[in-house]
């Protein structure tokens, strides 16, 4: 059965950081593409990061370019999103899914819920 | 960035009806658009990949079409079930965006 469980969710100050992450299980993780969505409370869905299977390329959405951070251990089937100087507008549920090489995102975690607020 | 319009907004329909999503994007994607169904509380589920490609499970009432800049997902016979909000989704240049979503109500 494949899976992913995201983890690390949590109220935090703005300015301040969060790491997400996200275990596989069930498929070849070390071969999948993965990818970070994201949708605010009572909205749409909003692409925020990909990463390839062996790392060697990460693309971001310009609202989160140079505060986010995205990684994998493949060793551990774990994906990674460093937050930092997280802003009220990140406020949203962290969903990591597997990418299809560009083509849909096959399989959803069940999210992880980022709240941000002084 | 290649952004997606979907209409309308808002479809209400009966159950049986046949009900038909659209989704533009503002330059061509080719084939490479994915369409998604979201249900309150639940993430969401690959209906379509490749534009036409049903995803695993998903039944032959849902029908996907297009290329280049225009695509459209039509459900053949409304299920009670089927009454959700349908996303789609493309990724160029290893950046993806969505539309801004399709609420399907029963009527």
């Known amino acids: 059965q494949e899976h992913l469980v995201e983890s690390g969710g949590g109220v935090v100050q703005p300015g301040r950081s969060l790491r997400l992450s996200c275990a596989a299980s069930?498929?070849?993780?070390?071969?999948?593409?993965m990818v970070w969505v994201r949708q605010s409370p009572g909205n749409g869905l909003a692409w925020v990061a990909v990463i390839l299977h062996d790392a060697s390329i990460k693309y971001y959405a310009d609202s989160v370019k140079g505060r986010f951070t995205v990684s994998r251990d493949n060793s551990k089937n774990r994906l990674y999103l460093q937050m930092n100087s997280l802003r009220v507008e990140d406020t949203a549920l962290y969903y990591c899914?597997?990418?299809?090489?560009?083509?849909?995102?096959?399989?959803w975690g069940q999210g992880a819920m980022v709240t941000v607020s002084s | 960035e290649v952004v997606l319009t979907q209409s309308p907004a808002t479809l209400s329909l009966s159950p049986g009806e046949r009900a038909t999503l659209s989704c533009r994007a503002s330059?061509?994607?080719?084939?490479?658009l994915a369409w998604y169904q979201q249900k309150p509380g639940q993430a969401p589920r690959l209906l379509i990949y490749?534009?036409?490609n049903r995803a695993t499970g998903i039944p032959a009432r849902f029908s996907g079409s297009g290329s280049g800049t225009d695509f459209t997902l039509t459900i053949s016979s409304l299920e009670p079930e089927d009454f959700a909000v349908y996303y789609c989704?493309?990724?160029?240049?290893?950046?993806?965006?969505f539309g801004q979503g399709t609420k399907l109500e029963i009527k």
């Open positions: 330059q061509s994607v080719g084939s490479y």
């Open positions: 899914a597997r990418d299809l090489e560009g083509r849909g995102f096959d399989i």
């Open positions: 069930g498929f070849t993780f070390s071969s999948s593409d």
């Open positions: 490749d534009a036409s």
């Open positions: 989704q493309q990724r160029s240049n290893w950046r993806g965006t």
